[in-house]
């Protein structure tokens, strides 16, 4: 009797598993026609804003041929708008990578007075238009701000020049790497630090052997979010540059130019160039979070 009552139980509980596996199953489970529906309009959205405007740049940009093409990517203005935004973004980013692993180490590793307000002026870039963002450095440096007349008499420029371009494309950019770390160091904790510490570990050994190690995926991801944007900034830039053709141009700022001077084959051209790189930093970023994936898959 007590074996009959045990298979009575276990089959019981069997059944009940299975229910309760269906009800988490239906719960989840839509007709065919609502599946349809909403994959339909993620699809439609996908074509519509973002692959049909990256294939009317390329489509735009040869229409007039490769010679054309070329003729518009090696024009000496094209060029120095190239190099220009190489430029910033060769310095911004690794400044903002300084910045964002001190920032997010200190946020993480310490208690101190004010963390929450350092916390909250890393996101101010997030919350402020990049346009007030440059009226900001044309306020503290141009020729009538705050350190206008002091720069001017020591012939500074910083405004309408490199310097005041690097400065924008930094303040705009800064928030990427530290977002990315802080909640990955938070969500690791101080243990493995603490251990190596008492282990006899210095400061820089700890740092290099212990948490970089721990952290390099989310760090090569905001240093690559950090680079596409600071590529593709047009409000902030386009306020401290003064629209120099040729000395302080970047290439969102050209493209705007030659789209304005109905130049479009030109215009296309160049911006297809900074939709490849886009191209290419989405490929990065895959790659990167792949590899992320699959190393915890493996620490796990």
Known sequence: MSGAAAVLKASSGNAGGRSTRYEANAATREPAWVKWSILGVSLTFFAVFLLMPLVAVFVEAFRKGWDTYLAALIEPDALSAIKLTLIAALISVPLNLVFGVAAAWSITKFDFPGKHLLITFIDLPFSVSPVVAGLIYVLVFGAQGWFGPWLSDHDVKIIFAVPGIVLATVFVTFPFVARELIPLMEAQGKDEEEAAVVLGARGWQTFWHVTLPNVKWGLLYGVILCNARAMGEFGAVSVVS???????NTMPLHVEILY???????????ASVLALLALVTLAVKVWVEK??????AREE
Do not use: C, D, W
């Not at 003064?242 to 302080?248: A, D, P, Q, S």
């Open 260 to 270: 304005n001077e109905y130049q479009f084959a030109a215009a296309f051209a160049v």
């Open 242 to 248: 003064g629209h120099i053709r040729g000395l302080t």
């Open 291 to 296: 590899r992320a994936g699959a190393a915890g």
